[in-house]
């Protein structure tokens, strides 16, 4: 039988295997069927990602020792600075100044190569070895689902009782999980682990709208309470007991509704299944805390060693979502998939097309520089079997036209986004603030050091035990 392939596809499908997995995933899911690679195909690859790997991280810890030893010249600096008198004169003060801005600098830029090697590089390269494993399994598992289906056992998947969404029982006494979550939020903010909340009513009133939407389509039976955070670090979680936050840097890379709902989605599945109460029993939430309040008071004194974090923190690039254990939240690997599985299901009985979901997670797994979005992978998940576990319960839902992927309230959210982030990040710098920082010349906007430094070679949930 010939297969029929668009045109723009049949010319993806010539690509090399080594290109085809920098390819989106719902594009390699169409074409996988069409495509055919031998084993050693697929061998050879993993060999050169592994390769690639290891070189990018030689790469980055090298930059790091490089950093580390201007860091160390300039710390020289300050000494013989302070042999040379008793008081500064003027000139002594300047040079003192530019000294302390440009260790300052650098502590950042180190600070954000460590998440990066450690974090964001490990991701982009696990992103491109799933879509690795999806070209190579994708079409068997697709048959094996379409038979079950057609063979009238959909429904013996688990959690294939997607008409009784709400009505079935997932887990019992979420509401027990209320106390929990409430302390744990409690103790975040009295040790200053949360970055502040946005204003605008508008802009939050929708996230909620949204958020209570996908809740009355989904298996939680406490409600939902909505926090957006204003932090540029991509990320969203769950506390167990229904309290969602959500970053504004999260909301601004979103470019659709239905990426938006899927992370809800995905993130409402972890409180439906009491997924974060199932670990917390396990947890050490003292030694939890005990850490975060370290990493609180070297933010409050700004002591040398914590000035690099302390950038991070008020950058807010990697601040809340780096720290939160994730033990707290009730990541591990069964559940991320379990979530994921769900998280399609609630997506798609709220009307939003699930394939947002995907489209998101790979958006971020690919992002240059991956500083802002490395909390979103902190799990260091098996991105094959999380996609598989999406894309396998999209197959098994019923297909509908009807799905959303957009609104026009969602355009004019975004709009209203963008504003008020601006506005009220201006508004900090006005505030007075607890911080020893020298005044230092601003880097331009919208450079994050990182992104200045790395070529571009080389992308909910969230953080890892
Ligand atoms: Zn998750």
């Known amino acids: 039988m010939a297969i029929s392939v668009p045109v723009a596809q049949a010319t993806v499908s010539a690509l090399p295997l080594s290109q085809l997995v920098s390819r989106p995933y719902l594009e390699l899911l169409e074409l996988a069927p069409a495509v055919s690679f031998k084993a050693q195909d697929f061998e050879a690859l993993r060999k050169e990602l592994a390769q690639q790997r290891r070189a990018e991280a030689e790469r980055l810890q090298k930059e790091e020792k490089d ?74 598992k697709k048959i094996e689902v379409d038979r079950f289906i057609a063979d009238g056992r959909a429904r013996e998947r688990r959690f294939g009782d997607i008409e009784d969404i709400g009505v079935r029982k997932i887990s019992s006494d979420q509401e ?60 969203a979680f769950a506390m167990p007991g229904g309290f969602l936050f959500i970053n504004t840097g ?25 997924h974060g109460a199932q670990m917390l029993k396990r947890a050490r939430l003292a030694s939890l805390f005990l850490q975060s309040a370290q990493i609180a008071a070297m933010i409050a004194t700004g ?17 809340l979502g780096m720290v939160l254990n994730l033990s707290l939240l009730g990541v591990n690997r069964k559940f991320e998939v379990e979530a994921d599985q769900l998280g399609t299901q609630y997506a798609w009985h709220s009307g939003y097309d699930p394939r947002g979901f995907i489209t998101f997670f790979d958006k971020m797994a690919s992002e240059k520089g991956y500083v802002k979005s490395a909390s979103f992978f902190r799990t260091h998940p098996p991105f094959f079997e999380r996609i598989l576990s999406s894309v396998s319960e999209i197959e098994y839902l019923p297909k509908s036209e009807a799905l959303k992927m957009d609104s026009t309230e969602f355009r004019e ?9 601006k506005k009220e990040a201006s508004a900090d710098k006005k505030k007075p603030a607890l911080r020893r920082e020298p005044e230092c010349p601003a880097e331009p906007e919208g450079t994050t050091s990182t992104s200045a430094l790395v070529p571009a070679s080389c992308g909910v949930c969230l953080t890892e035990e």
């Open 67 to 140: 950093l580390d030893a201007r860091l160390g010249e300039l710390r020289g600096q300050l000494k013989s600075l302070n042999k040379e008198a008793s008081r500064d004169t003027e000139k002594m003060a300047e040079r003192r100044q530019t000294v302390h801005c440009e260790i300052l600098r650098l502590e950042k830029i180190r600070s954000e190569k460590r998440v990066e090697r450690e974090h964001g590089m490990p991701v982009a390269f696990d992103n491109r070895l799933a879509k690795a494993d999806l070209l190579e399994q994708w079409p068997a």
């Open 303 to 319: 002591g040398v060693a914590g000035i690099g974090l302390y950038y991070a923190l008020q950058g807010g690039f990697f601040g």
């Open 176 to 235: 027990k999980d209320i106390k929990l979550g409430e302390e744990a939020v409690r103790d975040m903010k009295l040790y200053s682990l949360m970055p502040p909340e946005l204003e605008q009513k508008e802009a939050t009133a929708y996230v909620r709208s949204l958020a209570e939407r996908i809740a009355a389509n989904s298996d939680m039976t406490v409600p939902v309470k909505v926090t957006v955070l204003r932090s540029q670090e991509i990320n």
């Open 250 to 274: 999260l909301l601004e890379k979103v470019e659709n509704e239905s990426e938006l709902a899927g992370v809800i989605a995905h993130e409402l599945a972890h409180v439906s299944a009491r």
């Open 413 to 421: 959210f975004k709009q209203r986004l963008a504003d008020a982030v």
